[in-house]
């Protein structure tokens, strides 16, 4: 297609922020790190063009290096700027007083995960006080419609919001969408864990001002002789505590919006 006229579309690209942010989609979505050359084949840029970008980024800490010379690696820093974001911090503030008590009643350990790019994103995590329990590292990614916290969270989305995440053949989105439907109807989601025999999954969706899931409250139940409670009566305090969490965090959202 035919480029406008310059007069008629103004060029406002910045070419220094282009290629900041072609290195950190890049990085985002790299297991393991990358030096500077198959940076700059991947995002299409010489080694000269991307050298000072990564020089800036590296010495502003949103990308590190092993060692001097050595690869690549995305930092944490753009999951703290998101932390600092107002709702998010105050979804935490709020989850996290409820996941405490949680914890001690229950003595295993829970965590809190929401919706981050097509991805479940653990936002907060509390550890079991028991002597053995089951920790997921804050930060860490999971995928959203294979793990009970990602089917939980978008069991309580809107169609079209489930359609714009949902890849795949036709008859495995109406198998996902079936198994969101009983979750929806459930209330819940609770599968065995899918990386850690011996641990199920039981997941309880926060619900917003909106209705819908603003996060997921999950337990890895660890059933072992340090399992104080069955999992019936786990289940009824954990949907007890995000019921608290979405309530506390709907009623913030509105003395918000109302300016108080």
């Known amino acids: 297609m035919a480029r406008k006229d310059s007069a008629e579309t103004p060029d406002y690209s910045v070419p220094a922020l282009e290629k900041a942010l072609d290195i950190l989609e890049l990085l985002a979505n790299q297991k393991d790190g990358l030096n500077q050359g198959q940076i700059s084949e991947a995002v299409g840029r010489s080694i000269h063009q991307i050298y000072r970008v990564l020089q800036a980024l590296e010495a502003r800490g949103y990308v590190y290096r ?5 690869l690549y690696f995305l930092s944490m820093m753009m999951f703290e700027l998101a932390h600092r974001h107002e709702p998010l911090r105050g979804l935490v503030q709020i989850a ?6 949680l ?12 919706h981050s790019a097509g991805r479940v994103l653990i936002l907060a995590q509390v550890e079991s006080p028991a002597p053995f329990g089951f920790r997921v590292r804050v930060g860490a990614e999971f995928p959203l419609f294979t793990t009970a916290t990602g089917r939980a969270l978008m069991a309580f989305q809107p169609e079209a919001t489930i359609d714009r995440w949902l890849d795949g053949e036709a008859n495995k989105q109406a198998e996902v969408k079936a198994a969101l439907s009983a979750i929806r109807e459930r209330g819940y989601e609770e599968q065995p864990d899918g990386l850690h025999p011996g641990i199920t999954d039981l997941a309880f969706p926060v619900i917003g001002r909106y209705a819908e899931s603003v996060a997921v409250l999950t337990v890895p139940y660890v059933a072992t002789t340090y ?25 913030r959202n509105e003395d918000h919006f109302a300016g108080k």
């Open 66 to 70: 092993e060692r001097p010379g050595g």
């Open 96 to 101: 996290l007083p409820q996941m405490r008590r």
């Open 103 to 114: 914890s001690d009643e229950l003595q295993q350990s829970c965590n809190l995960g929401i």
């Open 227 to 251: 399992s104080a409670l069955d999992q019936a009566t786990v289940r009824k305090h954990a949907a007890s505590a995000a019921r608290e969490v979405g309530t506390l965090f709907a009623s």
